[in-house]
């Protein structure tokens, strides 16, 4: 067994502005609140490095990719962990609890592996659909079509699996 046993000391100074001006504040548990700005509708980026405060030189960068949608209510996210560590274990959409949400996920080849006509924010990443039904999907990109039945048009885009 190899055990890691170093620490990582980070520091955060203050919240970052994203490319359509919205605010993250990114929390110490690798979370984060995103705040759009005012009547904003669209994708909003937002590119950031995490570096050793002991060791400068050794850094790793990510890219947050957030998908405001027309409602303002709504939070679709562009990805989860499904890896039994209590943190974004299942999908969340966030404000989907007053509407009626039919989800579906599709992998790369356009094959359906998940559904449900009343989407309760509980999808931990296994195939409900086609030859892997009841399997761990493998972590990748997916693509997924959420519609809240309520007249507006369904919302489509990728998410990414990573366990």
């Excluded at 989860?80 to 969340?92: A, C, L, M």
């Amino acid at each position: 067994m190899d055990v890691n046993t170093n620490t990582l000391k980070i520091s955060m100074v203050g919240s970052l502005l994203t490319n359509r001006r919205g605010v993250v504040i990114l929390e110490a548990d690798g979370g984060f609140t995103y705040t759009p700005p005012e009547d904003f509708v669209g994708i909003d980026t937002l590119a950031y490095q995490v570096c050793d405060d002991a060791y400068i030189s050794k850094c790793d960068s990510a890219l947050l990719i957030v998908n405001v949608t027309e409602c303002g209510q709504i939070f679709i996210p562009n990805g989860f962990s499904p890896n039994d560590d209590g943190k974004n274990d299942t999908y969340v959409i966030l404000g989907v609890e007053k509407y009626q949400v039919t989800f579906s996920v599709y992998n790369r080849w356009g094959s359906r592996v998940y559904f449900n006509k009343d989407y309760k924010n509980d999808w931990n990443g296994f195939a409900n659909q086609g030859n892997l039904s009841g399997q761990r999907l493998p972590d990748g990109t997916y693509y997924y079509v959420i519609d809240l039945n309520n007249g507006q048009k369904p919302s489509a885009a990728y998410l990414i699996l990573q366990r």
